[in-house]
């Protein structure tokens, strides 16, 4: 049974920089996908980035070059840093593993201010 804990979120300045952490339990971690979604107040839930079993990385073209996906194994763990934030990042973040057993995380609010 996979579970996921996002944490790190909050309320930063334009052109600031958050990490989040997705925590993840249960067996089998390292050969998951791992997704980051957000949904944003009024809009539908968008995917924002991925990374594979392999280290392999995708990304919104929204986020190119802002947002970086990785993942710590050892410690059953994926991140998202987020760097030169915007005001339409705002929004609720999720972790979610793209790969059978499927599941989301509670999500983490994250709010930039102009």
């Known amino acids: 049974q996979v579970q996921l804990v996002e944490s790190g979120g909050g309320l930063v300045q334009a052109g600031g920089s958050l990490r989040l952490s997705c925590a993840a339990s249960g067996s089998f971690f390292s050969r998951l996908t791992v997704d980051w979604h957000r949904q944003a107040p009024g809009k539908q839930r968008e995917l924002v980035a991925t990374i594979t079993s392999g280290g392999s990385t995708n990304y919104a073209d929204s986020v190119k070059g802002r947002f970086t996906i990785s993942r710590d194994n050892t410690k059953k763990t994926v991140y998202l840093q987020m760097n030169n934030l915007k005001p339409e990042d705002t929004a609720v973040y999720y972790c979610?593993?793209?790969?059978?057993?499927?599941?989301w995380g509670q999500g983490t609010q994250v709010t930039v201010s102009s």
């Open positions: 979610y593993t793209a790969t059978p057993p499927r599941r």
